[in-house]
């Protein structure tokens, strides 16, 4: 089925999460972020927070639902098939941590970009403040 070749095509590729442990980091390799202006956070906190909130439901979702969620990426036309979608989730570590909870990650991503590519980010770490409370 389509759903066993994604399989067997996906044990062949690597394990970034492994990848980020082995690096001696702790915690998620972060993938995604979302941002936000903080001018615009302050003057509509509700909006931010419904927007954190769907964004966190909509994760969960597809955590639970990797068939479902593969049905919507194919019907959509998102570039991926529904078969390949339903067994990627799982192995994706897909989660949703707040800004806050999730600084230690970002910082130890951060760090790694100034050893590299200290241009990336502006040559330093992000002030407390960049970190949505």
């Known amino acids: 089925?389509?759903?066993?070749?994604?399989?067997?095509?996906?044990?062949?590729?690597?394990?970034?999460?492994?990848?980020?442990?082995?690096?001696?980091?702790?915690?998620?390799?972060?993938?995604?972020?979302?941002?936000?202006?903080?001018?615009?956070?302050?003057?509509?906190?509700?909006?931010?927070?419904?927007?954190?909130?769907?964004?966190?439901?909509?994760?969960?979702?597809?955590?639970?639902?990797?068939?479902?969620?593969g049905d919507l990426v194919e019907k959509n036309g998102l570039g991926l098939k529904a078969g390949i979608v339903a067994v990627s989730v799982p192995r994706s570590a897909y989660c949703f941590i707040r800004a806050a909870s999730a600084k230690p990650q970002l910082e130890a991503l951060f760090k790694s970009f100034l050893e590299y590519a200290p241009e990336s980010i502006g040559g330093k770490l992000p002030k407390d403040d960049f970190y949505l409370k």
Do not use: C, R, Y
Not at 20 to 36: D, E, I, R, S
């Open 1 to 69: 089925t389509m759903a066993q070749n994604g399989s067997e095509k996906l044990k062949s590729i690597g394990d970034i999460q492994g990848e980020w442990v082995k690096t001696g980091a702790k915690g998620n390799f972060p993938m995604t972020v979302l941002v936000v202006d903080g001018d615009f956070a302050q003057k509509n906190p509700d909006a931010v927070k419904i927007i954190l909130d769907s964004v966190e439901k909509s994760i969960n979702w597809v955590i639970a639902n990797p068939a479902g969620a």
